[in-house]
T-cell receptor
Framework: DAGVIQSPRHEVTEMGQEVTLRCKPI?????LFWYRQTMMRGLELLIY????????DSGMPEDRFSAKMPNASFSTLKIQPSEPRDSAVYFC???????????FGDGTRLSIL | AQKVTQAQTEISVVEKEDVTLDCVYE???????LFWYKQPPSGELVFLIR??????QNEISGRYSWNFQKSTSSFNFTITASQVVDSAVYFC?????????????FGDGTTLTVKP
């Protein structure tokens, strides 16, 4: 079975550019999560969706960040404009239902120069 | 409010030693779930175990075992006869289905280094 698929695996771009991270959850999973991981702040939940609807976006750092889930099999996390402090590993995860474990993608390592 | 505390930031052991990773949680809910995840040096996050609040039975899976004690709000993870491949960051997480259903609270992680 395919796991959570994230793209790209690595992204290097200059500050000010728009960055779009993509995620395909496991088929049948109804919850999707976006996390950011840095050495300083650890693993932070940015936003999560249930049945394609954003439930909690309190972790989104600022208006430069936005996330969408147009259908059950695709989600994007966009940063516009990007800044060097956005450099981190971004993980997408999905879970089958409430109370079930989250299955993580391999992450996108983002570097903003 | 929910909170997960992994007091041990880093642990270093020599291969074949047993090691216990501590996890203490806080929640006002009576129904909740606890998880452990492993993040090896390659970076991916791997689910290890889930426990619900009504099941206090300890679990063993090979060299891994978990001790869930509601009385002390702890969910500790023991690796027996550690191996170099166990070197990773281990995260404990808490999920309470009420409120923000589906949202897990993660601890800060414990970095385990197993030396040959």
């Amino acid at each position: 079975d395919a796991g959570v698929i994230q793209s790209p695996r690595h992204e290097v771009t200059e500050m000010g550019q728009e960055v779009t991270l993509r995620c395909k959850p496991i088929s049948g999973h109804n919850s999707l999560f976006w996390y950011r991981q840095t050495m300083m702040r650890g693993l932070e939940l940015l936003i999560y969706f249930n049945n394609n609807v954003p439930i909690d976006d309190s972790g989104m750092p600022e208006d430069r960040f936005s996330a969408k889930m147009p259908n059950a099999s695709f989600s994007t996390l966009k940063i516009q404009p990007s800044e060097p402090r956005d450099s981190a590993v971004y993980f997408c995860a999905s879970s089958l239902a409430r109370g079930q474990p989250q299955h993580f993608g391999d992450g996108t390592r983002l570097s903003i120069l | 409010a929910q909170k997960v505390t992994q007091a041990q930031t880093e642990i270093s052991v020599v291969e074949k030693e047993d090691v216990t990773l501590d996890c203490v949680y806080e929640t006002r809910d009576t129904t909740y779930y606890l998880f452990w995840y492993k993040q090896p040096p390659s970076g991916e996050l791997v689910f290890l175990i889930r426990r619900n609040s009504f099941d206090e039975q300890n679990e063993i899976s090979g060299r891994y075992s978990w001790n869930f004690q509601k009385s002390t709000s702890s969910f500790n993870f023991t690796i027996t006869a550690s191996q170099v491949v166990d070197s990773a960051v281990y995260f404990c997480a808490l999920l309470s289905p009420s409120g923000n259903a589906g949202k897990s609270t993660f601890g800060d992680g414990t970095t385990l280094t197993v030396k040959p």
